[in-house]
T-cell receptor, first 115, second 112 residues
Framework: AQKVTQAQTEISVVEKEDVTLDCVYETRDTTYYLFWYKQPPSGELVFLIRRNSFDEQNEISGRYSWNFQKSTSSFNFTITASQVVDSAVYFCALSELGTGNQFYFGTGTSLTVIP | SQTIHQWPATLVQPVGSPLSLECTVE??????LYWYRQAAGRGLQLLFYSVGIGQISSEVPQNLSASRPQDRQFILSSKKLLLSDSGFYLC???????????FGPGTRLTVT
């Protein structure tokens, strides 16, 4: 079974629009970590955020914000006032404690911001 | 912070030829190391991970192998490449006290 689901394969928005990327995860562990990564056209994955299962506070970093809800097993990512430089593939990932820090990646959401 | 180096950046190899991709890590000791493959337009597939020198776990049976001859060196190899080995290979590292993985710039492999 897929542990991390990113149902949105591709999204296109016009510059300055807000966009939310969805991530739903599945785990039986009580301690786990969730991550978002950005993969620009160059290919290298860039770490954006880590959230542990005991911290449900939402986080904001500039135009980026993350909404973690254990009740719905979701960890959604919102970009406010999108810019062309935000165009990339975004991956959500799950790591369960005690698995050698193995990551379970979603299949990614390709975001295109149209100028 | 960690820095992950990978080389070569791009590689074109004929079917049946050998392969050696190298990954080295700076800025941390005794990291967990990972090899991923990303086929065109697809997600990341974990190939191997290592929690220490000489300790390799394989996630997917295939004609690839990995070795960790030094603490911060991780090598991906093949004796005979297949067309299906084409893809983007990423090396990643995580420290013992940090949970996030940091990725190298990747190697784009085309098998012809």
């Amino acid at each position: 079974a897929q542990k991390v689901t990113q149902a949105q394969t591709e999204i296109s928005v016009v510059e300055k629009e807000d966009v939310t990327l969805d991530c739903v995860y599945e785990t039986r562990d009580t301690t786990y970590y969730l991550f978002w990564y950005k993969q620009p056209p160059s290919g290298e994955l860039v770490f954006l955020i880590r959230r542990n299962s005991f911290d449900e506070q939402n986080e904001i970093s500039g135009r980026y914000s993350w909404n973690f809800q254990k009740s719905t097993s979701s960890f959604n990512f919102t970009i406010t006032a999108s810019q062309v430089v935000d165009s990339a593939v975004y991956f959500c990932a799950l790591s369960e404690l005690g698995t050698g820090n193995q990551f379970y990646f979603g299949t990614g959401t390709s975001l295109t911001v149209i100028p | 912070s960690q820095t992950i180096h990978q080389w070569p950046a791009t590689l074109v190899q004929p079917v049946g030829s050998p392969l050696s991709l190298e990954c080295t890590v700076e800025g941390t000791s005794n990291p967990n190391l990972y090899w991923y493959r990303q086929a065109a337009g697809r997600g990341l597939q974990l190939l191997f991970y290592s929690v220490g020198i000489g300790q390799i776990s394989s996630e997917v049976p295939q004609n690839l192998s990995a070795s960790r001859p030094q603490d911060r060196q991780f090598i991906l190899s093949s004796k005979k490449l297949l067309l299906s080995d084409s893809g983007f290979y990423l090396c990643a590292s995580s420290g013992q006290l940090s949970y996030e993985q940091y990725f190298g710039p990747g190697t784009r492999l085309t098998v012809t």
